[in-house]
């Protein structure tokens, strides 16, 4: 597709469980965005690869996550140990190098 | 740190009318982007328009313009002949010129159009 897609749409989690989302950005698309967006508020930043690398992942907001992209295309964000406060949608977005982010419709996390 | 700040969590326009959406942010750097995204239901967020600091020429796209007062730094959009399409989020956001990194975003208003 042409887009940034995101999977699962929905996930629910039980506490304590380790869940895994998967962001594919897009073609070409050297920059790669994980934001967290609670309900009822803008997205706020995670963390921010450029190719593979990770640099910068200062938005993380607990050593439970973690986020990779080993070869510069595909990222997954995972997260350790769900708590209910990691509930949220999880937006991924990508970019060529500058200016415009392309968002992804996320992925809705529901932790019980 | 940069801040987003929307002062309107919720407006509503009629069809056709005209809405004005506010925006405010902070920062000390002198070149940047402003940008306002749309997030309808489906949580896809789409770019509406982006305007960069340094042109003083307010960016429009179709219906849509901003009205840019970097002094009071201010970023408002301007809905024209609104469309009940046009029902969603509405999220300010702020990016640095020279970073590659985040965008900061405001809390995001909420708009309805109605018939």
């Known amino acids: 597709g042409a887009g940034v897609s995101q999977s699962p749409r929905y996930k629910v989690a039980k506490r304590g469980q380790d869940v895994a989302l998967r962001c594919d950005p897009i073609s070409g698309h050297v920059s790669l965005f994980w934001y967290q967006q609670a309900l009822g508020q803008g997205p706020e930043f995670l963390t921010y690869f450029q190719n593979e690398a990770q640099l910068d992942k200062s938005g993380l907001p607990s050593d439970r996550f973690f986020a990779e992209r080993p070869e510069g295309s595909v990222s997954t964000l995972k997260i350790q140990r769900t708590q209910q406060e990691d509930s949220a949608v999880y937006l991924c977005a990508s970019r060529k190098t500058q200016g415009e982010q392309f968002f992804g419709p996320g992925t809705r996390l529901t932790v019980l | 740190a940069q801040t987003v700040t929307q002062s309107q969590p919720e407006m509503s326009v009629q069809e056709a009318e005209t809405v004005t959406l506010s925006c405010t942010y902070d920062t000390s750097e002198s070149n940047y982007y402003l940008f306002w995204y749309k997030q309808p239901p489906s949580r896809q967020m789409i770019l509406v328009i982006r305007?960069?600091?340094?042109?003083?020429q307010n960016a429009t796209e179709n219906r849509f313009s901003v009205n840019f007062q970097k002094a009071a730094k201010s970023f408002s959009l301007k809905i024209s002949d609104s469309q009940l399409g046009d029902t969603a989020m509405y999220f300010c956001?702020?990016?640095?010129?020279?970073?590659?990194?985040?965008?900061?975003f405001g809390a995001g208003t909420r708009l309805t159009v109605k018939p």
């Open positions: 956001a702020f990016m640095k010129l020279r970073a590659h990194n985040d965008m900061r």
């Open positions: 305007q960069e600091a340094y042109k003083q």
